[in-house]
């Protein structure tokens, strides 16, 4: 773990492993004859794709505030992920959010959903998202839905960009919370 001072260098690499995950999201899609990892058919609705995906992403951070206020293995992640992550500055929020949501969707959905199934790569996808406790697998589960979800518009839309909008606004949003509130 970089010092808490470094939040930029945090954030470089951070941009770098998901760059890293796009990277392989598109070479795989070159070997395997779909270089646009991006669009799924010929005939994409990304306008769709864009309000299934907020849609979807506030019924997301709607459930996660719900499920910090109700659970205390929600309450518990929110403080392990503040003490991990704090202090955590708007601009570092941003490159967070964008970075995971575009590199993981290019990943899970764009590249592996087509090669793999909804079912196994949102179950992938959920074992990336395993919290540092047993107490945590509800997160785990948690991200399998919302993987089956973003995998759902975009198999429904032929386009990812519902899925990195959904993304995107989850992290966001909850990452924005995670640095704003501190919970006892």
């Known amino acids: 773990m970089l010092a808490r001072g470094s939040s930029w260098s945090r954030a470089a690499l951070v941009m770098a492993v998901y760059l890293v995950l ?7 899609g070159n070997l395997r004859g779909r270089p ?10 990304p306008f769709a794709s864009l309000v299934c995906g907020l849609a979807a992403g506030g019924v997301l951070v709607f459930l996660s505030r ?7 293995w929600a309450r ?11 202090p955590l500055a708007e601009g570092e929020i941003v490159i967070l959010a964008a970075a995971s949501s575009v590199g993981e969707e290019l990943f899970f959905r764009g590249a592996l959903l087509p090669a793999v199934g909804l079912v196994l790569s949102s179950a992938i996808f ?8 047993a107490r945590h697998l509800p997160w785990t589960a948690s991200s399998f839905g919302a ?4 995998g759902a518009i975009f198999l429904w839309t032929g386009d990812l960009t519902g899925p990195v909008a959904a993304h995107f606004l989850v992290n966001f949003l909850n990452l924005r919370h995670v640095a704003q509130v501190e919970l006892r």
Request: hydrophobic share 55%; no cysteine.
């Open 36 to 45: 646009d990892v991006w669009r799924l058919g010929s005939e994409p609705a």
């Open 126 to 133: 959920a074992l990336l998202h395993i919290g540092p406790k």
């Open 22 to 28: 796009g990277t392989a999201a598109l070479a795989w």
């Open 147 to 150: 993987g089956i979800l973003f």
């Open 66 to 72: 719900l499920a910090l206020y109700r659970f205390e």
């Open 76 to 86: 518990s992640l929110h403080r392990e992920m503040r003490h991990m992550l704090f």
